[in-house]
């Protein structure tokens, strides 16, 4: 499978636009996943990234599937071919890369799989824009450059979109989703450690509603 820079966007935007915001989630028990992934569809964000930071990771996001059929649950943390051929495997709706090599452009060329890369620098960006994409993950955002530095990249690159991720919250996320080469914002906020751990469903609920209510889907 060979796709166009076009097909490639579109792939990538039927997913993104469907949340303002997806959470970024480090499930460190199975057991977690299930009622975490229905809090934070209920609380109105469908849109989820499962990290491959857990040993469980991949299990999470083939529970998540089956128990949570609303979710639309893609994977983080996408280093290598291998990971992407991994998430794929376990059923991943998209997968995400704090960065993007080679390699992995190479990879996603030939998988079924949705891929978002990631970049900090216009360099960077430029290389995506070599490999046919015009959608990136901005990592990590805030200390790259935050709100200024997408501001920045919109004059070169107006053809671009982003979903920052990387040191955004509740308070930070309203001026990314103002600007308009951003689709919507990654982040953990949503669910603190604390929260996580004691199975605070309903803390994770309200924070999510509150993440959710920011700026209406794109
Ligand atoms: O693991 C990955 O693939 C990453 O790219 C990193 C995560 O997206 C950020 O660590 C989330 O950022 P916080 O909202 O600051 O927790």
Known sequence: ???DSEQIARRLDD???QAPVVPVLAIDRIDQAGPLARALVDAGLPVLEVTLRTPVALDAIRRIRIEVPAAV????TVLTPAD???????????AIAPGATPALYAAAQ???IPFL????????LMTGLEQGYTRFKFFPAESAGGVGALR???GPFPQVKFCPTGGIDAARAPAYLALKNVITVGGSWMVPTDALAAGDWDRIGALAREAAALRPPR
């Open 1 to 3: 499978m060979s796709l």
């Open 15 to 17: 997913v993104l636009t």
């Open 73 to 76: 649950v893609g994977a983080g």
């Open 84 to 94: 992407l051929a991994a998430v794929d495997a376990a059923g991943a709706a998209f």
């Open 110 to 112: 030939t998988s079924a």
């Open 117 to 124: 890369p990631g970049i900090a620098t216009a360099s960077e």
């Open 152 to 154: 920045g990249f919109a």
